[in-house]
Every structure is written in structure tokens, then in C-alpha cells.
Antibody, heavy 117, light 110 residues
Framework: EVQLVESGGGLVQPGGSLRLSCAASGFTFTSYAMTWVRQAPGKGLEWVSAISGLDVSRSYADSVKGRFTISRDNSENTVSLQMDSLRVEDTAIYFC??????????WGQGILVTVSP | QSVLTQPPSVSAAPGQRVTISCSGS????????VSWYQQLPGTAPKLLIY???KRPSGIPGRFSGSKSGTSATLGITGLQTGDEADYYCGTWDTSLRAHVFGTGTKVTVL
């Protein structure tokens, strides 16, 4: 059974940093690109970042480019999202998901990030 | 601002059929596969349809997907109370070089 478990969320002040992690199990980790998708309170889904299976390529939404960094540890089956220079508008539930070409196959339960003074 | 447009809500009685449209452009739906996601209240999204019209293992045949030009459609037949959820379309946008989602549609079972 595929499992994705996010951790590292919480409350942070504007301008601060936070690091999210996602622990994966139940599938061959290196066979999948991994991605982060977020959902602001009461809003729709927004793609944030993606990283290929062997970390050959990384991509970011314009809204987070230069502030967020995605990485993965294929020996530990984890993917991380380092979030710097956080803004109030980054407040959202962040989901970790597997990515196959253009679809998000499996999703974690999500972790809440709140950016507030 | 999402580049894929969906109706905010659709509703129907139990057992009936609903369709949800997803309108895009040549740089997204018109040139890439579309997927659909179901998000039950308080839960993570779940993949319902991929590659325009394929269902992952375990997804009932009541759910179907289609695409024509720059628009895609999700169909749900035999509507059940458990189908009450938000539904999102998604694809890759070649011009934006980004994954994009639709605005989302809330399905209500009357």
C-alpha cells in the first residue's frame, strides 16, 4: 500500500522559514517524480514544485520560485520542501504527491502551514 | 488565477447523472492529457481519471472522462450521496511550464 506522510508544518512569522518532509513507502521511490501541491483555506489546488525520480530536474511555480527549494533523499525515501521568505499568502495545507507525467497518482494527508505575524 | 475554468457547482438527485466541464486552451488541455481529482470534505484529493479517460484501479465505472479540443468533461452516473465532494481537473501547461488545476466544482446530491 502506498503511503505518503507529511511532517514539519506549523506556525511561522512572515519572512521566516520552514522545512516540510514527506516520507514515502509502498512503492519504488526512484520510479516516481514527487511533487508538492498546496491548498489555501477554502480555495482550490495550486501546484508548487516537482522533482524527478533521480533528481535530474526540479521545477517550481512562479509564486514560489527563488524562495522554495525541493529536494529528495532516495536512500531514505523522503522528499522535502525548504520554504524561505515565507509570506502570509503561503498559508495553506501542503500535500505531497507522486507524479506520473501529468497526473498526481497518490497523495499524502496534507500538513498545515500558517504564516502569520 | 487558474487557467482552467470549471462551473462552481452542479447538483442532481441520487441515481441521476452529472457532468462537469473544464475549459482551457491550446497550451494546456489542447496539447496535454487531462486528469480529474475528487476531494471529499476534509480529505486529500484522489485521482479519478488520468490520460483523459482512463480510470485507476478501484475507481468505479460510474466515473468517466472525455476530451474535445480545449475542453474536458467528467461524467458521474448513478449519483450517490458519497459522491458529494469537490472535483478538480488538471493538466500541464506547455506555455507556463507548470502543472495547472481547474477552479474546482462542488457536487451536491439533492
Amino acid at each position: 500500500e502506498v503511503q505518503l506522510v507529511e511532517s514539519g508544518g506549523g506556525l511561522v512569522q512572515p519572512g521566516g522559514s520552514l522545512r516540510l518532509s514527506c516520507a514515502a513507502s509502498g512503492f519504488t521511490f526512484t520510479s516516481y517524480a514527487m511533487t508538492w501541491v498546496r491548498q489555501a483555506p477554502g480555495k482550490g489546488l495550486e501546484w508548487v514544485s516537482a522533482i524527478s525520480g533521480l533528481d535530474v530536474s526540479r521545477s517550481y511555480a512562479d509564486s514560489v520560485k527563488g524562495r522554495f527549494t525541493i529536494s529528495r533523499d532516495n536512500s531514505e525515501n523522503t522528499v522535502s520542501l525548504q520554504m524561505d521568505s515565507l509570506r502570509v499568502e503561503d498559508t495553506a495545507i501542503y500535500f505531497c504527491a507522486t507524479l506520473s507525467y501529468v497526473q498526481f497518482d497518490y497523495w499524502g494527508q496534507g500538513i498545515l502551514v500558517t504564516v502569520s505575524p | 488565477q487558474s487557467v482552467l475554468t470549471q462551473p462552481p457547482s452542479v447538483s442532481a438527485a441520487p441515481g441521476q447523472r452529472v457532468t462537469i466541464s473544464c475549459s482551457g486552451s491550446s497550451s494546456n488541455i489542447g496539447s496535454n492529457y487531462v486528469s480529474w481529482y475528487q476531494q471529499l470534505p476534509g480529505t486529500a484529493p484522489k485521482l479519478l481519471i488520468y490520460d483523459d479517460n482512463k480510470r485507476p484501479s478501484g475507481i468505479p465505472g460510474r466515473f468517466s472522462g472525455s476530451k474535445s479540443g480545449t475542453s474536458a468533461t467528467l461524467g458521474i452516473t448513478g449519483l450517490q450521496t458519497g459522491d458529494e465532494a469537490d472535483y478538480y481537473c488538471g493538466t500541464w501547461d506547455t506555455s507556463l511550464r507548470a502543472h495547472v488545476f481547474g477552479t474546482g466544482t462542488k457536487v451536491t446530491v439533492l
